[in-house]
Nanobody
Framework: HVQLVESGGGSVQAGGSLRLACAAS????????MGWFRQAPGKEREGVAG????????WYADSVKGRFTISRDNAKNTVYLQMNSLKPDDTAMYYC??????????????????WGQGTQVTVS
């Protein structure tokens, strides 16, 4: 079992940047696939970006390619989501998720068992 805590959300103007962080509770977090998901009011939760346990493989939703970058620092048990050129459509609650092993480039929330509480991102 791993616990996840997100931070870094906030309000920003269109074109601005934010960096989200997700801290995992255990040293073995390096064995987990990590993902960032988001959910806007009235919409389904969608995959934004993901990264393999070793950090060598990443995936992105088409809507964020070229603007968002996912990375991880396994020494700190932390995953990051750098978000640049933010748009109003990026407004949502952002969630960090984890699953043991490599889940492939899965963008489906059902493939991740462990979730953080979310951090709000608002772009105006």
């Amino acid at each position: 079992h791993v616990q996840l805590v997100e931070s870094g959300g906030g309000s920003v103007q269109a074109g601005g940047s934010l960096r989200l962080a997700c801290a995992a509770s255990r040293d073995s977090a390096a064995r987990y696939s990590m993902g960032w998901f988001r959910q806007a009011p009235g919409k389904e939760r969608e995959g934004v970006a993901g990264i393999s346990p070793g950090g060598t493989i990443t995936w992105y939703a088409d809507s964020v390619k070229g603007r968002f970058t996912i990375s991880r620092d396994n020494a700190k048990n932390t995953v990051y989501l750098q978000m640049n050129s933010l748009k109003p459509d990026d407004t949502a609650m952002y969630y960090c998720a984890a699953e043991s092993g490599w889940v492939g480039s899965s963008k489906s929330p059902v493939d991740f068992r462990y979730w953080g509480q979310g951090t709000q991102v608002t772009v105006s």
